[in-house]
């Protein structure tokens, strides 16, 4: 089971830019879909951004889309979250995923 550990995560102003990085264990490269979800305090945990390795295509939920950006180095098997022009509805814990796994989870804190 391949293993998924995020950085990136920490506190950022409304308006400003954090990336977050997810590795994984395993050839980047051999892992067909890899998302980004995130979990608000109290809420539920909802999808943010999915990679798929064929035909390297990119879906967004309607709250992120045109301000995050999913994209992934192979080379350095490394997965990335991109987000800009963020808000504090953005705030809560960020986490990567494949269809197996999941990581543990970075913070992000959006203050307004």
């Known amino acids: 089971q391949v293993q998924l550990v995020e950085s990136g995560g920490g506190l950022v102003q409304a308006g400003g830019s954090l990336t977050l990085s997810c590795v994984t264990s395993?050839?980047?490269?051999?892992?067909?879909?890899m998302a980004w979800f995130r979990q608000a305090p109290g809420k539920e945990r909802e999808f943010v951004a999915r990679?798929?390795?064929?035909?390297?295509?990119?879906d967004y939920s309607d709250s992120v889309k045109g301000r995050f950006t999913i994209s992934r180095d192979n080379a350095k098997n490394t997965l990335y979250l991109q987000m800009n022009s963020l808000k504090s509805e953005d705030t809560g814990i960020y986490y990567c995923a494949s269809r197996s796994s999941w990581g543990q989870g970075t913070q992000v804190t959006v203050s307004s």
């Open positions: 395993e050839p980047i490269a051999s892992i067909g879909v």
């Open positions: 990679f798929r390795q064929f035909g390297k295509k990119t």
